[in-house]
């Protein structure tokens, strides 16, 4: 499904120029549940963001879905994205002005799902989260893990192929932590292909492979193998 | 989906709930001042179009030649209406009217007496203004003597339950029967009354229509079938010059000629005398200037304020494309709450302009009667909506597009949007306002000074506590020293006089002569005035030289005459008194000596607009003119009581009228009392606008500094440092538009001031103090916002991204 060959990323920022992204090669598969690591800098953020095409490469091969994301207009990407990619982030990024609900169901407005279509999935999606009780509360009512649990639930309303995420626990307890970890395996397990950015040994033992960045290159792939 | 959207666009707008409300302030003032300046534009353009058939109707103006110089009359005399309609077959009707300039008064039994505005008419009025009857037959109501047609409001006031129709109603010395009522007239009416009584059955002559063709005295109609008639009847005019007029003009040496106006053209023929007040076209551009101004300016600050608010919602806008949102979607956004802000201006300014004409002074300052009559104004139903939706989608676009273009990384990270783009843009828009506003209150600050030096200005006469009563009838004029008699042993009328002029008003012009001189200055044209015993002394002018006039002068050779020491100036006579003089009296053979008995100190004859001129005095006592009566101003009530009961007792069946003549010297500045009024509205807008303005700008530079200001915040700085920080960035700016705005505002006040040939000084002191007023103003409009900021903990200051 993703299948990366020798990508360069590079920030030129005055005289300094950062290799943030080099000669990365990578192939996730469908079904997969990724996780990379690495220190602080490496360029995890930025390999997430250029797998969700929201940053652009310098160099190398990107193929999404069989579509080389190379020359692909603003809008292509946008297109692509839509219903594509779910994406969940460390600082949840819900918007204040909508409830729990339509923050869930934000990203169907935006595929031009039917409004009657729209509440059945949202409330599914809810009932999932088992956040029903608070569809009307606002996001800054909820605690940190239910918010990112409402997160999580926006990301795969679309039923996304790919969810992206970027340290989903790193702003949790562990005990919240350890929920939304189980929530990620759980889609795993009913289909989605994720893969997720972490410091977390603990968080990382939930899924099957781990990629270690150092410095902009992966130093090393491990499988983990599951009971 | 539109649902969706809609309910984010409103939520989103109720979080901020004080942008929301200056914002929709400010949007609602700029459309409210358009809506009244559409209303005034309105009314201005269809002067005249409540009538049928006003595009039959042509008004008829006499055009007289005297001494190669022509001068053009709204009226003709009384024959022409008849002569041309016999003369000119295809002429389908004409009507004569004549404005009774003051009220009359009418009584009826069991019903309060009052003033109505009356026009008498010929019998044709209705047959060339078709106006809709709401009872009786336009037909013949003005076919018989002694007919009155009403208006609805006066109906109602005279006949409250009563059917006026067949009643009768009386005047002093008339009584009248109701023959027809009809509409109230609009505002916007070149020729308004209240009543119009039938008139024109004195002999109708051939002879005396004639006659009365030199002499301007009834406004004349007429009505044509086809356009190209009233250029066919102008055309056609000589001709009949030739055969009613040519023989009395060689005689007159004068030269006389008509012109055509259409009805609803006539209100801004505005060079011709004789005529109701009419139009100006300068006001009308004026208006739309300053209501487009306003406009702009509360434009610049609904994009200043959107930009702001823009800023705060980068993150949100990465945060939509995230999720799946185009560049389209995002602009749709914006612009849906703009749609949405601009509605409710829209309701905001409606209600507004509604309550400013009802219960503002607006309406009679600008002379109208506007309202936001929609079923009178349809277009307003889809204009005002149309125009308001264009606005707020205009000013929309600037931030819609700038949101738009956010990228879906900006979410996730900082500093990827420049924040400050357009930045001096905005601060160039924000001068402009400040400059405009600055420039507004400085001119209406002068304008005021003016008007309050107008009222204060000595005159050379003392204006205050002279009651002025019109003498117009014989039986008035032949009373007078028996009234004057009576007056003087009330103990609280001072002194009066009669004089046939008012100061201010309608002084004349006349030729002297002067015996002694030669060549150019053997002859002057100079202001002339005839005034009556004590007059000096009732209104308190001084004696320079020599003495007034003293009772009734026997027989004398010569006639004393008084005159002003700007006679003096002019004919630098050493020893004024004793001078001879000649009065020429036009068409009399011979002309009148006189000899100077005094000087007075120069007073303003005219209004303040123009200069003193040499002046000549003439005694004569009995005169149609005014009584003017000095009173006791602590017993004014006790005096117009001794006044009214003299006049009821020696002028029975006249009815009392008077006037002060402090006011009705004032009324000689109603155009600039508008003006400056209407300044004083502006300015209010134009301050409250540039305070959006500046807040806006305000708090778009504090947010931009919010970080830097916690974090110098956190290494120490006070909340003054803090503030200075965001002031010095726009000190510049405020003060190059106040220095900007004071040249504006005078040359602004230059030009409204040069009307006047009498002016308060241009203090610089006013100028500069406007100034730092406007400085002072900006510098707490920024400390609050700055303070505001400055007082967030330091630590929340540097979480903000
Ligand atoms: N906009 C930018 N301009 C310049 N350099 C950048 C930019 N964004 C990231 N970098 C650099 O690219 C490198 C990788 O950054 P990235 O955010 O991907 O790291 P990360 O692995 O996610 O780190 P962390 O664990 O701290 O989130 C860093 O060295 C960073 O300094
Ligand atoms: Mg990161």
């Known amino acids: ?227 | 989906m539109h649902k969706f959207r809609l309910k984010f666009a409103i939520r989103s707008l109720m979080k901020s709930r004080v942008y929301t409300l200056l914002n929709v302030m400010g949007l609602a003032i700029g459309l409210g001042v358009c809506i009244i300046v559409f209303l005034y534009l309105r009314s201005e353009i269809t002067y005249d179009q409540h009538i049928p058939n006003y595009k039959e109707i042509y008004r008829v103006s006499s055009v007289f030649r005297v001494d190669e110089q022509l001068e053009e009359y709204g009226g003709a005399g009384v024959g022409l209406a008849p002569l041309l309609e016999r003369e000119f077959p295809y002429v389908e009707g004409t009507t004569r009217l004549i404005h009774i300039n003051e009220s009359v008064l009418f009584k009826r039994p069991g019903v309060q007496a009052g003033n109505a505005g009356v026009a008498l008419a010929d019998r044709n009025y209705f047959r060339v203004f078709e106006l809709p009857f709401l009872a009786g037959n336009p037909d013949n109501a003005l076919s018989k003597p002694q007919s009155i047609v009403i208006t609805r409001s006066f109906a109602e006031k005279y006949f409250e339950e009563e059917l006026p129709l067949g009643q009768v109603i009386n005047t002093n010395n008339y009584e009248y029967t109701v023959t027809g009522i009809i509409d109230d007239f609009p505002a916007n009416t070149h020729h308004i009354f209240s009543a119009l009584i039938s008139s024109f059955y004195q002999d109708e002559k051939l002879e005396s229509w004639e006659n009365s063709l030199w002499q301007i005295e009834a406004h004349t109609f007429l009505r044509l079938n086809k356009p190209t008639e009233a250029g066919q009847l102008t055309e056609s005019f000589p001709g009949f010059y030739d055969k009613y007029m040519a023989e009395s003009g060689s005689g007159l040496q004068a030269g006389y000629d008509i012109n055509l106006t259409r009805l609803d053209k006539v209100h801004f023929n505005n060079h011709v005398k004789y005529d109701q007040s009419s139009g100006n076209r300068g006001y009308l551009y004026a208006f739309s200037g300053i209501g487009l101004l306003i406009l702009v300016l509360a434009c610049i600050n609904y994009v200043n304020m959107a930009t702001v608010r823009s800023l705060r919602r980068i993150k949100e806008a990465g945060m939509q494309k995230v999720l799946g949102a185009g560049k389209r979607e995002i602009v749709y956004q914006v612009l849906i709450e703009s749609l949405v802000l601009g509605a409710a201006a829209l309701l905001v300014a409606l209600a507004t302009v509604e309550l400013v004409l009802e219960f503002t002074p607006l309406n009679s300052i600008m002379n109208k009667d506007l309202s936001l009559n929609l079923s009178r104004y349809s277009s307003l139903w889809w204009l005002a909506p149309l125009f308001a939706a264009i606005i707020a989608f205009l000013s929309g676009w600037f931030p819609a597009i700038y949101l738009s273009n956010v990228p879906a990384l900006a979410a996730i990270k900082k500093g990827l949007v420049k924040r400050n783009r357009g930045l001096g843009v905005r601060k160039l828009l924000v001068g402009f306002q400040f400059t405009a506003s600055v420039a507004v209150v400085i001119t209406a600050t002068l304008m005021y000074q003016q008007m309050d030096y107008v009222k204060q200005k000595d005159l050379g006469f003392n204006k205050e506590d002279v009651l002025l009563i019109p003498i117009r009838d014989t039986l008035t004029a032949r009373s007078i020293s028996d009234i004057r008699q009576k007056l003087a042993r009330s103990p609280y009328v001072k002194s009066s006089s009669s004089a046939q002029t008012i100061p201010g008003k309608s002084v004349d012009r006349i030729v002297i002569n002067f015996p002694g001189m030669e060549g150019v200055a053997s002859q002057q044209v100079v202001d002339f005035m005839m005034v009556g015993a004590d007059y000096f002394q009732t209104m308190e002018m001084e004696f320079v030289k020599g003495q007034g006039f003293n009772g009734q002068p026997e027989e004398l050779e010569t006639y004393p005459v008084v005159v002003n020491e700007a006679m003096v100036r002019m004919m630098g006579w050493k020893d004024p008194i004793g001078q001879q003089v000649e009065i020429v009296a036009p068409g009399q053979a011979e002309n009148y000596p006189g000899q100077v008995i005094g000087v007075v100190r120069d007073f303003n004859a005219h209004s303040l607009h123009d200069d003193i001129e040499p002046t000549i005095m003439t005694y004569q006592e009995e005169t149609a003119g005014y009584l003017h009566v000095r009173v006791d101003s602590e017993n004014l009530l006790s005096a117009l009581n001794d006044l009214e009961k003299t006049f009821a007792k020696l002028t029975p069946g006249v009815p009392f009228q008077f006037s002060f003549l402090n006011r009705d010297l004032f009324k000689l500045y109603e155009e600039e009392q508008r003006q400056s009024q209407l300044i004083l509205y502006l300015t209010y807008l134009a301050i409250f606008i540039s305070f959006l303005g500046l807040t806006g700008l305000a708090s778009f530079t504090t947010n931009l500094k919010t970080r830097e200001i916690g974090i110098r915040k956190v290494l120490g700085a006070d909340v003054r440092q803090v503030v200075s920080l965001v002031f010095r960035e726009m000190l510049w700016l405020i003060i190059i538009s106040v220095v900007l705005a004071l040249p504006l505002a005078y040359i602004l006040t230059r030009g409204w001031l040069s009307n006047f040939a009498y002016t308060t000084n241009l203090h610089p002191l006013i100028f500069v103090s406007s100034g730092l007023l406007a400085i002072l103003l900006a510098y707490i409009i920024i400390s609050y916002h700055s303070i505001k900021i400055a007082r967030v903990k330091a630590v929340d200051t540097l979480k903000y991204e």
């Open chain 1, 1 to 227: 499904m993703i299948h990366l060959h020798h990508l360069v990323k590079t920030y030129n920022t005055r005289s300094v120029e950062t290799r943030a992204i080099s000669e990365v090669s990578l192939k996730v598969d469908r079904g997969e549940f990724v996780s990379v690591m690495g220190p602080s800098g490496c360029g995890k953020t930025t390999l997430l963001n250029i797998i969700g095409l929201l940053d652009s490469y310098d160099s190398g091969l990107y193929i999404f879905n069989d579509t080389d994301v190379r020359n692909l207009s603003e809008r292509e990407k946008v297109k692509l994205r839509k219903g594509n990619i779910g994406f969940i982030f460390q600082n949840f990024n819900l918007l204040d002005e909508l409830s729990v609900f339509e923050n869930i169901e934000l990203p169907l407005v935006y595929l031009g799902v039917k409004s009657g279509e729209r509440k059945k999935r949202v409330d599914r999606i809810l009932e999932q989260i088992g956040l029903g009780h608070r569809s009307a509360h606002s996001p800054y009512e909820l605690s940190g893990g239910q918010q990112q649990r409402v997160a999580i639930g926006r990301a795969i309303v679309t039923n996304p192929a790919l969810i992206l995420a970027d340290e989903p626990t790193g702003n949790l307890d562990s005990q919240h932590g350890n929920e939304i970890m189980e929530m990620l395996s759980n889609l795993n397990e009913a289909g989605s292909t994720i893969i997720m950015v972490t410091h977390s040994m603990n968080d990382a033992a939930y899924t099957n492979r781990i990629i270690k960045l150092v410095d902009g290159h992966i130093v090393s792939e491990k499988q983990l193998l599951h009971a």
